[in-house]
């Protein structure tokens, strides 16, 4: 596992997280200075940074990357499939790319590997059809779907308002379901072939309804499941890119947390430097009504730990 500087880790966790501006902000306000002669402040021309040349580079080519991935983020949980299906082919081509398809394989990591693997999957066939049922599942809304409040700021177009006429909306909407079916006989396995099948059914199902947010199947249009589509691309963006799918912060603060909880169900005594002042007194089985104070390694709390940074 790639341990990193403090410095690192909160430049990582502000550009993984989607706060380009603020980590701009840290690298400036965070760099090294010098003193003049004339007791004046200034920055080395080429490491104004602090971070070097090739690594200041590096970190604002990371930084426009976290930009992208909010604005891809923002469309898909606004609903706008099409538009981040744009910006994908444009800037990720190879996250949707069938026709140089990843291996299945490939997106298998060795367990020996520490880093967070994603929770779902980064196949492309898996993708493309996900994205193209989330634009079959918009397309069946009878009443809109307003934008998360930490979206609403963004300036891109919202889709068309405009209202077909119901038999060419159902038209549309059986010739796009249709469509689907090839799809699915391009997934990875005979599993998740039926696993789809299966997912189709319910989701074509919303045909049916005339209100589909008041069907039994509306669990299609909530905003859990546009965030659950954008989350998984995004992790999908970060496997194509080499880049780790959780910043380094949480993934030390887990590390961490797992490691104190083994600790602590071992009955392992920590050394004396380690002691908490608050110490778990536990009754010695030998001798009923006697109480031993025995010393645990305390549970660890991210946010205790930031306070006390």
Known sequence: MQILSQRSLILDYLAHNGYPKTARAFIRD??????????D???QPQTASGLG???SELMESTLKQAEL????????RCGRISEATILLDKYFPDVLSL???????????????????????????????NLRIQTFVEACRTTPLACPPDCAHNSSSASSTEVPDLIDKQTALLNSAQKLYPLV????????????????ESVIGLLAYPVPEESPVSEYLTQERRDAVAAQIDYAILYHAKRPVISYLELYARYTSTILGILNNSGVKPPSSLIA??????????????????ETYS???????????
């Open 30 to 39: 965070s760099a090294v200075r010098h003193i003049g002669v004339d007791g």
């Open 41 to 43: 402040e200034f920055m």
């Open 53 to 55: 040349p090739s690594t």
């Open 69 to 76: 991935r909010k604005q891809i983020r923002t469309e898909l």
């Open 99 to 129: 026709s140089n398809p990843l291996r299945f394989e490939d997106t298998l990591v060795p367990s020996s590997n520490m880093d967070f693997l994603a929770p779902n999957s980064v196949y492309p066939s898996h993708l493309v059809l």
């Open 185 to 200: 006989k391009m997934l990875p396995s005979e599993q998740d072939i039926s696993r789809y099948k299966k997912e189709l």
């Open 277 to 294: 002042p608050s110490s778990t007194a536990k009754v010695t089985p030998h001798f009923k009504g006697r109480q031993d104070t025995q």
């Open 299 to 309: 549970s660890f709390n991210f946010q205790e730990f930031v306070n006390a940074s």
